[in-house]
Protein backbone atom coordinates (compact mmCIF):
# COMPACT_ATOMS: atom_id res chain seq x y z
CA UNK A 1 0.00 0.00 0.00
CA UNK A 2 1.22 3.56 -0.48
CA UNK A 3 -0.16 5.31 2.18
CA UNK A 4 1.99 8.29 1.27
CA UNK A 5 -0.15 8.72 -2.19
CA UNK A 6 -3.31 7.74 0.36
CA UNK A 7 -2.61 10.89 2.11
CA UNK A 8 -2.32 12.78 -0.91
CA UNK A 9 0.97 13.11 -0.75
CA UNK A 10 2.88 16.46 0.55
CA UNK A 11 0.14 18.61 -0.45
CA UNK A 12 -2.34 16.17 1.79
CA UNK A 13 -0.99 15.67 4.44
CA UNK A 14 0.16 19.41 4.65
CA UNK A 15 -4.14 20.17 4.43
CA UNK A 16 -4.56 17.78 6.94
CA UNK A 17 -2.35 18.96 9.39
CA UNK A 18 -3.65 22.47 8.99
CA UNK A 19 -7.44 21.05 9.16
CA UNK A 20 -5.94 18.59 12.85
CA UNK A 21 -4.49 22.03 13.83
CA UNK A 22 -7.84 23.87 13.48
CA UNK A 23 -9.57 21.24 15.06
CA UNK A 24 -7.12 21.15 18.18
CA UNK A 25 -7.57 25.14 18.53
CA UNK A 26 -11.64 24.80 18.16
CA UNK A 27 -11.15 21.76 20.76
CA UNK A 28 -12.10 23.03 24.71
CA UNK A 29 -11.01 20.08 25.90
CA UNK A 30 -7.16 20.43 25.27
CA UNK A 31 -6.64 23.81 23.28
CA UNK A 32 -5.35 25.43 26.36
CA UNK A 33 -2.34 23.45 26.20
CA UNK A 34 -1.21 25.37 22.77
CA UNK A 35 -1.75 28.90 24.26
CA UNK A 36 2.00 29.40 24.19
CA UNK A 37 2.68 27.50 20.71
CA UNK A 38 4.48 28.64 17.69
CA UNK A 39 1.70 27.43 15.59
CA UNK A 40 3.63 27.95 12.24
CA UNK A 41 6.70 26.18 13.57
CA UNK A 42 4.39 22.86 15.31
CA UNK A 43 2.49 22.90 11.73
CA UNK A 44 5.44 22.08 9.94
CA UNK A 45 7.02 19.88 12.41
CA UNK A 46 3.58 17.77 12.29
CA UNK A 47 3.83 17.61 8.23
CA UNK A 48 7.50 16.44 8.51
CA UNK A 49 6.65 13.99 10.98
CA UNK A 50 3.27 12.25 9.40
CA UNK A 51 4.83 12.99 5.69
CA UNK A 52 8.02 10.85 7.51
CA UNK A 53 5.03 7.87 9.45
CA UNK A 54 3.25 7.15 6.07
CA UNK A 55 6.30 6.54 4.14
CA UNK A 56 6.97 9.76 2.27
CA UNK A 57 9.90 11.57 1.25
CA UNK A 58 10.41 13.80 4.53
CA UNK A 59 12.81 13.84 7.38
CA UNK A 60 11.55 14.70 11.01
CA UNK A 61 14.77 16.42 12.37
CA UNK A 62 12.13 18.35 15.14
CA UNK A 63 12.62 17.02 18.97
CA UNK A 64 12.06 13.39 20.52
CA UNK A 65 8.20 13.36 21.57
CA UNK A 66 9.19 12.82 25.18
CA UNK A 67 11.48 16.01 24.95
CA UNK A 68 8.89 17.80 23.00
CA UNK A 69 6.56 17.01 25.47
CA UNK A 70 7.88 16.65 28.94
CA UNK A 71 6.77 18.84 31.78
CA UNK A 72 3.59 19.34 30.26
CA UNK A 73 1.67 17.18 32.13
CA UNK A 74 -0.41 15.84 29.40
CA UNK A 75 -2.82 13.16 30.48
CA UNK A 76 -4.32 10.04 28.86
CA UNK A 77 -7.82 11.80 27.93
CA UNK A 78 -6.26 15.22 26.57
CA UNK A 79 -3.91 12.43 24.03
CA UNK A 80 -7.77 10.84 23.22
CA UNK A 81 -9.36 14.01 22.32
CA UNK A 82 -6.33 15.03 20.36
CA UNK A 83 -6.10 11.76 18.73
CA UNK A 84 -10.08 12.26 17.95
CA UNK A 85 -9.37 15.54 16.64
CA UNK A 86 -7.03 13.72 14.23
CA UNK A 87 -9.17 11.28 13.24
CA UNK A 88 -11.68 13.91 12.45
CA UNK A 89 -9.31 15.86 10.54
CA UNK A 90 -8.75 12.51 8.31
CA UNK A 91 -12.51 11.75 7.71
CA UNK A 92 -12.87 15.44 6.73
CA UNK A 93 -10.02 15.29 4.23
CA UNK A 94 -11.48 11.92 3.12
CA UNK A 95 -8.47 10.06 3.47
CA UNK A 96 -9.07 5.54 2.93
CA UNK A 97 -9.56 4.30 6.94
CA UNK A 98 -6.77 1.71 5.82
CA UNK A 99 -5.09 4.78 5.73
CA UNK A 100 -5.62 6.42 8.74
CA UNK A 101 -5.89 3.12 10.49
CA UNK A 102 -1.95 2.88 9.89
CA UNK A 103 -1.05 6.44 10.99
CA UNK A 104 -3.46 6.27 14.05
CA UNK A 105 -1.46 2.73 15.21
CA UNK A 106 1.54 4.81 15.05
CA UNK A 107 -0.02 7.83 16.99
CA UNK A 108 -0.87 5.58 19.82
CA UNK A 109 2.64 3.87 20.11
CA UNK A 110 3.94 7.06 20.53
CA UNK A 111 1.44 7.49 24.12
CA UNK A 112 3.85 6.08 26.64
CA UNK A 113 6.40 9.01 25.34
CA UNK A 114 3.79 12.17 25.46
CA UNK A 115 1.30 11.53 28.56
CA UNK A 116 3.43 12.30 32.08
CA UNK A 117 0.43 13.15 33.82
CA UNK A 118 -2.94 11.99 35.82
CA UNK A 119 -5.76 13.98 35.27
CA UNK A 120 -9.64 13.39 36.95
CA UNK A 121 -10.33 10.62 34.52
CA UNK A 122 -6.75 8.79 35.17
C1 LIG B 1 0.57 11.17 19.04
C2 LIG B 1 0.26 12.38 19.49
C3 LIG B 1 1.17 13.57 19.32
C4 LIG B 1 2.12 13.82 18.37
C5 LIG B 1 2.51 12.95 17.19
C6 LIG B 1 2.69 15.12 18.67
C7 LIG B 1 3.68 15.73 17.93
C8 LIG B 1 4.29 16.92 18.25
C9 LIG B 1 5.39 17.53 17.52
C10 LIG B 1 6.05 16.94 16.29
C11 LIG B 1 5.71 18.68 18.14
C12 LIG B 1 6.81 19.68 17.73
C13 LIG B 1 8.15 19.25 18.29
C14 LIG B 1 9.24 20.24 17.96
O1 LIG B 1 9.03 21.46 18.12
O2 LIG B 1 10.34 19.83 17.54
C15 LIG B 1 4.79 18.82 19.25
C16 LIG B 1 4.74 19.91 20.12
C17 LIG B 1 3.73 20.14 21.00
N1 LIG B 1 2.77 19.25 21.41
FE1 LIG B 1 2.47 17.43 20.65
N2 LIG B 1 2.08 15.61 19.79
C18 LIG B 1 1.15 14.70 20.21
C19 LIG B 1 0.32 14.83 21.32
C20 LIG B 1 0.15 15.98 22.04
C21 LIG B 1 -0.87 16.19 23.05
C22 LIG B 1 -1.89 15.13 23.48
C23 LIG B 1 -0.72 17.46 23.50
C24 LIG B 1 -1.53 18.21 24.52
C25 LIG B 1 -2.81 18.01 24.67
C26 LIG B 1 0.38 18.06 22.78
C27 LIG B 1 0.84 19.34 22.95
C28 LIG B 1 1.93 19.88 22.31
C29 LIG B 1 2.37 21.27 22.47
C30 LIG B 1 1.71 22.32 23.37
C31 LIG B 1 3.50 21.43 21.67
C32 LIG B 1 4.31 22.71 21.44
C33 LIG B 1 5.40 22.90 22.43
C34 LIG B 1 6.06 24.24 22.13
O3 LIG B 1 5.46 25.26 22.43
O4 LIG B 1 7.13 24.25 21.51
N3 LIG B 1 0.89 17.13 21.90
N4 LIG B 1 3.95 17.74 19.31
Known amino acids: QDYYAQYGGKAGITKLINTFVGNVANDPHINYYFAHTNIPHLKYELVQQVCMAVGGPCKYTGLSMRKAHEGMGVTESAFNYLAQDMMDAMQ ?31
Not at 101 to 122: D, R
Open 92 to 122: TQRIPMSAQNYLIAILASMEPQIVTANGPLG
